[in-house]
């Protein structure tokens, strides 16, 4: 029930703590960088009439405390991003970079300089002006004071400097596709320098909404901020309820507790909303590589013709009609379908019992009992009994663990790397170099011609780095580094006649602020 | 805890009268308990030779069938057959039953029958430790023992057994207690006759029915508690068939296959049931004293 | 008498300071290093031992066990591992949520089990109080989250009479706040009820059996007559001990039962913080559920000597 680890936000994010497990350091970039100008509206769609309408959205994952500069965890920008807080660039629906605090921002030629112009009239609920000292604060302040990993992201900047109270100059110390694709992240949250005391209990942001109540154990509250600086949301309060049991989570949109499912963790359950005609159901993709963990360090599993062979065992299309309802795309690699650099590698390793059996033979490891240890996620748990009577119908001995998540799973599996198999859902956005590109990293995988091949995508033009990355991407499949079940898929029930929902949970937030009744 | 509450043991329901009336005639609690419990050890036992399929085989063609011929209780989500889970989920509620009572008996009987026989000093300082261990209910100590030691039938139904030491204590230094009052216990401490005699000799057997009682009735709660604990995640990890974790993972197909749930829940319930009326029935077999009052 | 008192209260105080240390020492043990769990896995070294610091894991076993009893004691149990945010209020107000049902439960399962108990025994011989009795025998068996499943699926989600989970403070909605806490109260007590019946019954029986009971019906008294007013002050006894044991019970019990209706009480708050890892608010919570457990047991000890004449005069 409380969820996994993943960045986007329309999928259950894990309970408090643990989570990301994505590394936002040396993944690839973004996909545009030219300062393309726009009317910023913050996010909000224009011409939606504001309302004094209230709307309930469910959830599985309740954030711990409200401060993401220290608490790692999908569930706090699930909440906050883009709603209370907002970046100077955001995400788009189509997953392009769009301005956001930024109304428009240029490079150098050399790619290393960034020159944005601020919004003028944007304010924080405390009531002091955003201006560029507020945004030079917010970058420096990642590198000095944030205590989560993904501060990382920044450590390509090299200088900050405020050129106008309306306009930021950023240095970086080498050409980086990435920095401005994490500037949507949270690590791109602007603060304000006068708001920063309590980000535990009280966020301070210029977004078109503000934290109402925290009810813990229950649910959190958004109200419309109504000194909003662009177009001003439809509703006035949007409650997330959480729920740490997926059924109750149905049931409360069953009877009217609730108007939308954020996140459906019992795919199976969806049939019952589907032939209602009081509510919609939506299915898109998210970023959530569902991996079949191997540990390429030590143990069976560092033996090639090992993972090759588990490979070849798992029928994909049945163990995702089995354990996740069908739902969810199959994938050949670390990339969801949604990145430009996407590529249908499910044809590399077929389901072949006869080769895998095989296989298995000549690794000389047949008599190894195979360790999957899983933590307690509904994914991992439904999708662990396939995997292991998969792989059992091939010929390998398997022991199921269940590990109690997040903490004993993390300190095992993560930590120690003490497994052999494991499930977990990567939800960080591109993390194909943070899951794979650091031999520390629980999966072990060290192969310096995969690294370089990402920090080159990193430096290059766009065109070279989706070639680059696309290369990556199938070097990791032939090497058998993971095998990928599919791609955690974007499940979301509402009632009937609410709009502005989008289909695919690319960013990591659950933006709310385009939602709209009728 | 008062002396008093030590004579009405915690967790034992109280004798059946209306089967106090004639011992000869045949007792129905009895008859149904023993027939339930039967039913539930003959699935177990089966199913170790026997099951209609492979009850963890997932088989994605055979995914969410309704009951057939073949599949006498319909599959799951994963394609396994139901009644082969509820057989050798019969297993898991045995395992579980067997280790916590035997904890508890373990532990609890020597425990009574010492404090009963050494009834001041040492003996109320044993009991105090005892009724201390009141405070720690079952389920909050499974939890406790399932966050240190992982998830795992036997580690939930240890703790399970630990939490039921107190009630076989109680309930056996009382009997021990009564037994050391009659006349041929006085007899036999006056004759010199040992304590570790007169404990073998005298207090056991006489208080072996209690035991027999209180383990029929700490079983129908030890079963309760494993699907508790299984249904919260903290018992029986899959793929190992528990009637807890089946309910469990029925919730989400409740809508469409209300089968999945009720099959479990059924076999939880004649558990207990089972187990709980033979105990009622044991007791009514057992206890003279209900004998003398009519 | 008053020194029964005292002596029952010096028991209670030992027993609870053992229990402290009983809490704490498990605690101990548990795996995972709370200060890592907290702060996530992306967390940096420098962190960890920052906030081990900060929470002073970094103390002795025994400076840390006497600040956190101080604490306790003191009414400031200080704050979370991971939400860096004041205990004591979290837990007085899932505490409340908790009382509510607990108390709710327990009103069902008295108002219910009494009567339905005693006219089971009175008429032990007839049909009506056979089927009474296997009802109750039933009842025992079912698990009270099944129930609780059982009375969502028919009242919330197919009648939609009522909401099928969730929580209001009475304060904000007293209508909501008393639907929603029909269902949970029902699943919880009914199960309770069913157990106690069965112990009024076998009480009220055992009165039925007494000599000056066969006496007072000797002169004429219908059976329930009889017991209204000669039997009930023995009949509660027994009864009393057993709420008192099923009190500690409904409060574990409610562990499940707010699960599955997604109420923010004690035993979400204990489930959650066994997954997080906040090792102090899990001894918080745990100590608060033993305390419970040992004051009801000592306030039963006291009913007795006001119920039973018997035991005023001391002897055993």
Known sequence: MRHQIRKTALLAAAATAATSLALASCSAGSSTSGGNAGASSGGATGGQQSSDAALSIGLVAEPANLDFTKTDGAAIPQVLLYNVYQGLVQLDQKGDISPALATKWTVSDDRKTYTFDLAKDAKFTNGKPFTADDAKFSIDRVKKDWTVSLKSAMNVVDSTTVVSPTQLKVVLKAPSNDWLYRMTTRVGAMFSRTGVDALATKPVGTGPYQLGKWTRGDSISLVRNDAYWGTKPYYQTVTFKYFKDPTALNNALLTGTINVIGTVQTPESLGQFENNDKYQVIEGTTNGEVVLSFNNGSGPMKNKKMREAVRYAIDHKALVDTCWAGRGALIGSMVPPTDPWYEDLTGLYPHDVAKAKTLLKESGEANQTLRLRIPTLPYAVSCGTVVKSQLEQAGFKVKLDQLEFPAAWLTTVFTNADYDMSIVAHVEPRDMGAVFGDPTYYTRYTNPAFSALLKQADEGTEAEQVADMKKAARMLSEDAAADWLFVLPNLIVADKGITGIPKNAISESFDVTGLAGS | MSDVSASTPASSPPPDAAGRRSRRRVNPNLLVGASLVLLIVGMAIVSFFWTPHDPTLVNAATRLQKPSGDYWFGTDKFGRDVFSQVMVGARTTLFVGFVAVGVATAIGVPLGVLGGMVSRGPGEVLMRGNDLLLAFPALLLAIMFAAVYGASTLVAMIAIGIATIPSFARLIRSGTLQVMGTEYVLAARAAGRSPFAIGARHVLPNVSSLVIVQASVSFAIAVLAEAALSFLGFGTPPPTPSWGRMLQESQEMLWSAPRLAVFPGVAIAVAVLGFNLLGDGLRDRFDPKLDDRR | ?316
């Open chain 3, 1 to 316: 008498m008053i020194l029964r008192l005292l002596q029952r209260l010096a028991i209670l105080l030992i027993s609870l300071a053992v229990s402290s240390v009983i809490v704490f020492a498990f605690m101990a043990v548990l795996p995972g290093d709370p200060a890592r769990v907290a702060l996530g896995v992306n967390a940096t070294d420098s962190s960890v031992a920052e906030m081990r610091r900060e929470f002073g894991l970094d103390r002795s076993p025994v400076a840390q066990y006497l600040s956190w009893v101080t604490g306790l004691v003191t009414l400031d149990p200080g704050n979370s591992y991971v939400s860096s945010t004041a205990i004591g209020p979290q837990l007085s107000d899932r505490l409340q949520v908790t009382l509510w049902l607990v108390v709710a439960a327990m009103a069902l399962a008295v108002v219910v089990a009494i009567p339905v108990g005693t006219v089971m025994a009175v008429r032990h011989r007839q049909v009506s109080g056979l089927a009474l009795s296997a009802v109750s025998q039933l009842g025992v068996a079912i698990p009270a989250f099944l129930a609780g499943i059982l009375l969502i699926t028919v009242f919330a989600v197919n009648l939609g009479w009522l909401p099928a989970n969730g929580w209001t403070p009475p304060a904000d909605d007293p209508v909501m706040f008393l639907k929603q806490l029909v269902l949970p109260v029902l699943s919880l007590g009914l199960v309770q009820a069913a157990v106690l019946t069965r112990y009024v019954r076998s009480a009220v029986l055992d009165v039925l059996r007494e000599d000056y009971l066969r006496t007072a019906r000797a002169k004429g008294l219908t059976p329930m007559r009889a017991l209204v007013r000669h039997g009930l002050r023995n009949a509660a006894v027994p009864v009393v001990t057993v709420l008192g044991l099923q009190l500690a019970t409904l409060l574990i019990g409610a562990v499940v039962v707010e699960r599955v209706f997604v109420i923010p009480g004690l035993g979400s708050l204990l489930l959650d913080s066994v997954s997080q890892r906040d090792l102090i608010m899990v001894q918080d919570v745990v100590m608060i559920l033993v305390v419970a457990v040992l004051v009801v047991n000592f306030v039963v000890d006291l009913l007795y000597l006001l119920i039973d004449p018997r035991l005023r005069v001391g002897a055993r």
